[in-house]
C-alpha cells in the first residue's frame, strides 16, 4: 500500500490542546492546524468592522434555525438582542446541505448584509468572495481560546469569531451494542466490522452503522479514506486514486452490498434513525445529541450515547477525525456594525454561550465558557472530547476555496461505487484527477 499514514504528527491537534478546547484541560490551546491558508487564490483586503453610530437592523443567516432543536434557540436569541438595543434581527434559514451555496450566491450578489453562521470548513470559500469583514477588533479582549480564534481565521485575517468547536466522530446506542455482547467498539478495522456482522445478524431491521451514503454528506468518507492510509492531499497534490483510497472504497462498498450500511442516508437520516432506535451507530458532531433526542421516544436515550474513536488499520495508528465547528461571520454592508456587535454578543457574552451550551450542548469557545459548571459536568462532551476530538485534524481540502466542489466531486465517485456504476479504483482515480483539475 502507498500513502500510509501511521500517526497524525505535525498536522495534528495535540491532545492536550483539545481537550483544553473542549474545557476538560486549562491553559493556552495552539490548534494553529485549524487555521486555513488561501491556497492560490487571492482575497481582496477585508474591511475591519467598526462601531455603529446608532444601532441598525439587520439579517442573522443559520442553517441552524431550520432545525428543530436549534431554532427556538436561535430565535429566542435574536429577539433578546434585538430588545436590548432597540432594532430588528431578520432571520434568514437554508438546511445545512444548500446552505453554503445559498449564501455564496446571496452574499456575492449583494442580496444579504449581516451576520451569518458559518461551518468553519467554509470559511476560504466565503472569504473568497472578498465582502466578509475583519473581526480582529471585534475578538480582542473577549477570552477565546487562541486555537478557537485561529479556526476564524484564513490567510491570517480573522473573518469569523468562534461559536462553537470539537470534531465529527462515531456516536453509539450502548443498549444495541449490549445486545451482541459488546460495551465498547473495538479498535481495529476488521474487530469492527465483525461487530457489524454479529449486528446484522440479529436479524431485528437494525441498522449497524448509518453512515453517510448520499453526496451531500459522504464527504465523511474522506475521513475513511485517512484510515487506510490516504492523506487527500499534499502539497497541492491530490492523493486520492492510491492504494490506501482504493481499498477504502473497496471496504465501503462491502459494507453496502452486505448491508452494514444503508443507502440514501445523509447526516439528517442518520439522526433519525438513530433517535428511533433503528441504527447502532452513525457519524455526527456533538451538536447532533440535541436532535436525536429531541426526537427520540426512548426517555433513557441520553444515558445510552457513546462516543466512540474511529477504529484503525495497524496498531499505532491514531483514530481519525475532522475538526468541527461554527464561526459567526459579517458581511460588509447596511447594519453591519451592529451585526459584529451580535456577533460578538452571541459568541462570548459568558451567559448567552453558557445557556446555548446547556439548550443545545455544543461547547463554548471562550475561556470562562469552558470552565463554567454546566459544561465540566457533561460527562457526554468529556467522552467526546477524549475519544474523538482528541485527535482531530481539519481537512487538508478546507485550504482551498473551491473546498464544497472537491467534496462534491469526490462524493459523487464514491457514490458511483456504491450503487454499482463503477469499480473502486475507476472512481478513485477519477475522484482524484477532477479534485486536482479544481486545485489547479
Known amino acids: 500500500m502507498t500513502g500510509r499514514i501511521a500517526t497524525l504528527g505535525d498536522h495534528a491537534m495535540s491532545r492536550r490542546s483539545l481537550l483544553q478546547a473542549l474545557g476538560i484541560g486549562a491553559g493556552a490551546i495552539t490548534l494553529a492546524a485549524c487555521a486555513p491558508s488561501g491556497?492560490?487564490?487571492?482575497?481582496?483586503?477585508?474591511?475591519?468592522?467598526?462601531?455603529?453610530?446608532?444601532?441598525?437592523?439587520?439579517?442573522?443567516?443559520?442553517?441552524?434555525?431550520?432545525?428543530?432543536?436549534?431554532?427556538?434557540?436561535?430565535?429566542?436569541?435574536?429577539?433578546?438582542?434585538?430588545?436590548?438595543?432597540?432594532?430588528?434581527?431578520?432571520?434568514?434559514?437554508?438546511?445545512?446541505?444548500?446552505?453554503?451555496?445559498?449564501?455564496?450566491?446571496?452574499?456575492?450578489?449583494?442580496?444579504?448584509?449581516?451576520?451569518?453562521?458559518?461551518?468553519?470548513a467554509w470559511l476560504g470559500t466565503l472569504a473568497a468572495l472578498g465582502k466578509l469583514q475583519d473581526l480582529s477588533g471585534l475578538a480582542k479582549g473577549r477570552g477565546y481560546t487562541p486555537s478557537a480564534l485561529e479556526a476564524g481565521q484564513f490567510d491570517g485575517v480573522q473573518y469569523g469569531l468562534p461559536w462553537t468547536m470539537g470534531a465529527i466522530g462515531l456516536i453509539a446506542n450502548s443498549d444495541i451494542l449490549s445486545r451482541v455482547g459488546v460495551d465498547k467498539l473495538p479498535t481495529d478495522i476488521k474487530e469492527?466490522?465483525?461487530?457489524?456482522?454479529?449486528?446484522?445478524?440479529?436479524?431485528?431491521?437494525?441498522?449497524?452503522?448509518?453512515?453517510?451514503?448520499?453526496?451531500?454528506?459522504?464527504?465523511?468518507?474522506?475521513?475513511?479514506?485517512?484510515?487506510?492510509?490516504?492523506?487527500?492531499?499534499?502539497?497541492?497534490?491530490?492523493?486520492?486514486?492510491?492504494?490506501?483510497?482504493?481499498?477504502?472504497a473497496t471496504w465501503y462498498k462491502r459494507l453496502h452490498d452486505d448491508g452494514l450500511i444503508a443507502p440514501d442516508v445523509d447526516r439528517f437520516d442518520a439522526r433519525s434513525l438513530f433517535s428511533q432506535g433503528k441504527a447502532a451507530m452513525y457519524d455526527d458532531a456533538p451538536v447532533g445529541r440535541a436532535a436525536v433526542l429531541k426526537d427520540s421516544p426512548d426517555p433513557d436515550l441520553a444515558r445510552k450515547l457513546m462516543p466512540a474513536a474511529r477504529p484503525v488499520l495497524s496498531a499505532g495508528d491514531d483514530p481519525r477525525a475532522f475538526a468541527w465547528g461554527h464561526t459567526v461571520v459579517v458581511v460588509n454592508g447596511a447594519g453591519a456594525g451592529t451585526a459584529g456587535e451580535f456577533a460578538q454578543w452571541l459568541t462570548s457574552d459568558e451567559k448567552v454561550v453558557v445557556d446555548y451550551f446547556t439548550a443545545?450542548?455544543?461547547?463554548?469557545?471562550?475561556?470562562?465558557?469552558?470552565?463554567?459548571?454546566?459544561?465540566?459536568?457533561?460527562?457526554f462532551i468529556?467522552?467526546?472530547?477524549?475519544?474523538?476530538?482528541?485527535?482531530?485534524?481539519?481537512?487538508?481540502?478546507?485550504?482551498?476555496?473551491?473546498?464544497?466542489?472537491?467534496?462534491?466531486?469526490?462524493?459523487?465517485?464514491?457514490?458511483a461505487v456504491l450503487i454499482g456504476q463503477t469499480d473502486p479504483a475507476t472512481a478513485m482515480k477519477e475522484a482524484g484527477k477532477a479534485a486536482q483539475a479544481l486545485i489547479g
Open 382 to 415: 468529556s467522552a467526546f472530547g477524549e475519544r474523538i476530538t482528541a485527535t482531530a485534524t481539519p481537512s487538508p481540502f478546507w485550504v482551498y476555496p473551491q473546498y464544497g466542489q472537491i467534496d462534491k466531486v469526490i462524493a459523487e465517485k464514491v457514490q
Open 39 to 120: 491556497g492560490s487564490t487571492p482575497v481582496a483586503a477585508a474591511p475591519s468592522a467598526t462601531a455603529p453610530a446608532n444601532a441598525e437592523n439587520f439579517s442573522f443567516a443559520a442553517w441552524s434555525l431550520s432545525e428543530g432543536a436549534g431554532k427556538p434557540v436561535i430565535e429566542g436569541q435574536l429577539n433578546a438582542f434585538g430588545q436590548s438595543k432597540g432594532v430588528t434581527v431578520a432571520p434568514v434559514s437554508y438546511p445545512f446541505n444548500e446552505y453554503l451555496n445559498q449564501m455564496t450566491l446571496q452574499i456575492r450578489g449583494g442580496q444579504f448584509n449581516g451576520a451569518a453562521q458559518l461551518d468553519i
Open 192 to 248: 469492527f466490522e465483525a461487530v457489524l456482522r454479529e449486528l446484522k445478524a440479529l436479524g431485528d431491521g437494525t441498522i449497524p452503522y448509518a453512515a453517510s451514503t448520499k453526496v451531500a454528506q459522504l464527504k465523511d468518507f474522506q475521513v475513511w479514506m485517512q484510515t487506510f492510509g490516504c492523506s487527500l492531499v499534499e502539497k497541492g497534490k491530490v492523493m486520492i486514486g492510491d492504494d490506501a483510497s482504493i481499498e477504502a
Open 360 to 379: 443545545l450542548g455544543l461547547p463554548p469557545t471562550t475561556e470562562t465558557g469552558l470552565a463554567s459548571a454546566a459544561v465540566k459536568a457533561d460527562t
